[in-house]
């Protein structure tokens, strides 16, 4: 049974004197849920014939995740030019996995290949209204 839902947005204000991180661990403080093992294994099903699969659904349950749907044009690309390649150490200087990323699998951000896949992983988290 899924818990109840609630809408929150990081204001502006919040955003110009840096707070986002201190205030999503106070989400994560909270008690705000974590990825289920059974939703991770579906999110991640394209990989569940890979070695890695299983430890990737391990690590993606093992705490909270915070997801949120980024629109701009461009934004897939874009992105992916921001968190850089998927292994740290071939990721480019100035990326977020080159500059916080453990490995590949502890990469700290995940960010959508395609403009499909983006509309796919986006639907696997969030409704149309909650899109908007």
Do not use: W
């Not at 850089?84 to 290949?113: F, L, M, Q, W």
């Amino acid at each position: 049974m899924a818990g109840n839902r609630t809408l929150t947005i990081i204001k502006p204000d919040a955003v110009e004197k840096n707070l986002i991180g201190e205030i999503l661990q106070r989400f994560i403080d909270g008690g705000f849920r974590k990825l289920t093992e059974e939703k991770a294994k579906e999110f991640y099903k394209v990989h569940a014939d890979k070695p890695f699969y299983n430890s990737l659904v391990a690590f993606m349950t093992s705490g909270p995740v915070v997801a949120a749907i980024l629109e701009k044009d461009n934004a897939v690309e874009d992105f992916r030019k921001l968190i850089g390649a998927t292994n740290p150490e071939e990721a480019e200087e100035g990326t977020i996995r080159k500059d916080y990323a453990e490995s590949i699998e502890r990469n700290c951000v995940h960010g959508s290949d395609a403009d499909d896949t983006a509309q796919r992983e986006g639907d696997f988290f969030f409704s149309e209204l909650e899109k908007l």
